[in-house]
């Protein structure tokens, strides 16, 4: 079957840096996306990786290991804001959406 | 702003209620979804439309009932529906459904069934 794990909760402090992983196991792999979710709102789209490497935006970095079947999302500098879920998905062989149970982010002062 | 519109915001229902949930995108996408979110598990993919075909049943019970009239606008009609049904009901677009593009989400409607 197809899987996505990654941590339920997270709690990291205001101005530090936090990593969030996800390990994945799909039928075939067409890239993999994060997404960041506000209690009650939209899931807003953050990176795209389909290649092995770091890809880097502002204060979001996000990583990708193919043969490890392993991504992370990095957030530097946490701010307030940043407390939200973080949604892992993998896009299938049917490019499809393959998704994670997301990771509840607190940011504590 | 995503740019994708859904409403209501809220809906409470009895089980033996109908009522729809409407979902419009102004990105100019050819492809629309909805999904369930219920608290701590993965999304569910429930319905697939591609330029207004749908492409995509995920099993879903027949009282769930999917309508696109076009490529802007994508409805769900509800029926008869149970309490496990309650959940936050999320609709997305993207470009196409077989290209490497982010699907852009609604805020979605928060659903109780009584």
């Known amino acids: 079957g197809q899987n996505i794990d990654q941590p339920t909760e997270m709690t990291a402090t205001e101005g530090a840096i936090v990593q969030i992983n996800c390990t994945y196991q799909?039928?075939?792999?067409?890239?993999l996306f994060w997404y960041q979710q506000h209690a009650g709102e939209a899931p807003t789209f953050l990176s795209y990786?389909?290649l092995d490497g770091l890809e880097e935006k502002g204060r979001f970095s996000s990583f990708l290991s193919r043969s490890k079947g392993y991504s992370y999302l990095l957030l530097k500098e946490l701010q307030m804001k940043d407390s939200a879920s973080y949604l892992c998905?993998?896009?299938?062989?049917?490019?499809?959406?393959?998704w994670g149970a997301g990771t509840k982010l607190i940011i504590k002062p | 702003e995503t740019g994708v519109t859904q409403t209501p915001r809220h809906l409470v229902m009895g089980m033996t209620n109908k009522k729809s949930l409407k979902c419009e995108q102004h990105?100019?996408?050819?492809?629309m979804y909805w999904y369930k979110q219920s608290a701590k598990k993965p999304l569910e993919l429930m319905f697939v439309?591609?330029?207004?075909?749908?492409?995509e049943n995920n099993s879903v019970p027949s009282r769930f009932s999917p309508e696109c009239p076009n490529s802007s606008h994508l409805f769900l009609h509800l029926h008869t529906l149970q309490p496990e049904d309650s959940a936050l009901y999320l609709c997305?677009?993207?470009?196409?459904?077989?290209?490497?593009?982010?699907?852009?989400f609604g805020d979605g409607t928060r659903l109780s069934i009584l």
């Open positions: 997305a677009s993207s470009q196409e459904t077989e290209a490497h593009q982010p699907q852009h």
């Open positions: 990105l100019g996408h050819n492809a």
């Open positions: 439309y591609n330029f207004k075909e749908q492409t």
């Open positions: 799909t039928s075939g792999f067409n890239g």
């Open positions: 990786n389909v």
């Open positions: 998905a993998v896009m299938d062989s049917n490019y499809q959406l393959i």
